[in-house]
């Protein structure tokens, strides 16, 4: 029996972690993938504190460091399901159960998909949610972003560092990006906009050669040729092992002590509702949650 086990050991799961192990409770991070966290893949992060300029991968690597350093123990698995039986929290995963007092959630989110014919099949051969993982195969060559938040930038800006021409699609006509972003790839000469527009399919045999656009003002139609589609169109939470309030998009409801619905059960980082997300709101709720689980755990005792 644990005190607590965390899922997920990105930003706001090893934060959850080391405040955890300093309070003094048997804690059990589980992870799924050996590369956890979707910052791990953004080439360069400047608005994390502490850090002029860091690549994600670096920082992970400093937050596991920091988290194992303190006690955490660590262990890769996939679970399956959380679930609360008799007081106590029920984790099923591949490899077997484990039982704990409390529980945090957070488990992060993935790429949303556009949705659209040709995105599943020609997936790795030239639709991509990751200019990091597969920027560099497409030196000299023609891309689209799809998105106008600070990823789809962020990325522009790696892409238009490797590409020909970099092609920004985008549903509106002015961006979600922060000022900085904004300023920066209005400074690139190989990126343009495409505004008001969006992707109806991907087409392609073996890799993709072009894609359908329908500008939504005026409802044409056009086809235009290029070699690989970057999408960045929002994500969805990684939240479907666990039975508590929800939004319609799956993010988990929280109060502000980080609680679901279920009494023990927390929520941290980008599995959770929140009108941000970002490595330091992450760290933030992990924190919290880590707070508020050992406040749990200590009423559980009272109540004896």
Not at 92 to 118: C, H, M, Q, S, W
Not at 124 to 144: E, F, H, M, Q, R
Not at 259 to 280: L, P, Y
Request: glycine content about 10%.
């Amino acid at each position: 029996m644990y005190d607590l086990i965390i899922i997920g050991a990105g930003p706001a799961g090893l934060t959850a972690a080391i405040y955890a192990v300093r309070y003094g409770l048997n804690t059990l991070v589980i992870e799924k993938n050996v590369i956890p966290g979707q910052i791990a893949t953004v080439t360069t992060i400047e608005n994390y504190p502490g850090f002029t300029s860091i690549s994600g991968m670096e920082l992970m690597q400093k937050f596991k460091e920091h988290a194992e350093g303190a006690g955490a123990t660590i262990q890769n698995n996939n679970v399956i399901s959380v679930k609360e039986e008799q007081g106590k929290k029920v984790i099923t995963t591949d490899d077997g159960g484990f039982e704990t007092r409390a529980v945090i959630l957070a488990t992060g989110a993935n790429p949303r998909k556009l949705g659209v014919e040709g995105e599943e099949r020609l997936l790795t051969k030239g639709v991509s949610y990751c200019a990091t993982c597969d920027g560099p195969l497409y030196g000299d060559l023609k891309v689209i972003v799809v998105g106008g938040g600070d990823s789809a930038m962020t990325d522009a800006l790696v892409l238009s560092g490797i590409a020909k021409k970099v092609y920004v699609v985008h549903r509106r006509n002015e961006l979600r990006a922060c000022s900085i972003l904004q300023e920066r790839v209005s400074k690139k000469e190989n990126i343009s906009f495409i505004w008001d527009t969006v992707i109806q399919e991907i087409q392609g045999d073996e890799l993709v050669e072009k894609v359908v656009l329908k500008n939504l003002n005026t409802g044409e139609i056009t086809d235009m040729a290029i070699d690989g589609v970057f999408i960045y169109v929002g994500i969805d939470p990684n939240t479907s092992m666990v039975d508590t309030n929800k939004t319609e998009n799956g993010f988990i409801v929280t109060d502000e002590q980080m609680e679901s619905s279920v009494k023990g059960i927390f929520a941290a980082g980008d599995c959770r509702r929140t009108s941000v997300w970002q490595v330091v709101t992450a760290v933030s709720d992990g924190a919290l949650a880590a707070i508020s689980a050992h406040e749990y755990i200590i009423s559980l005792d009272l109540e004896r």
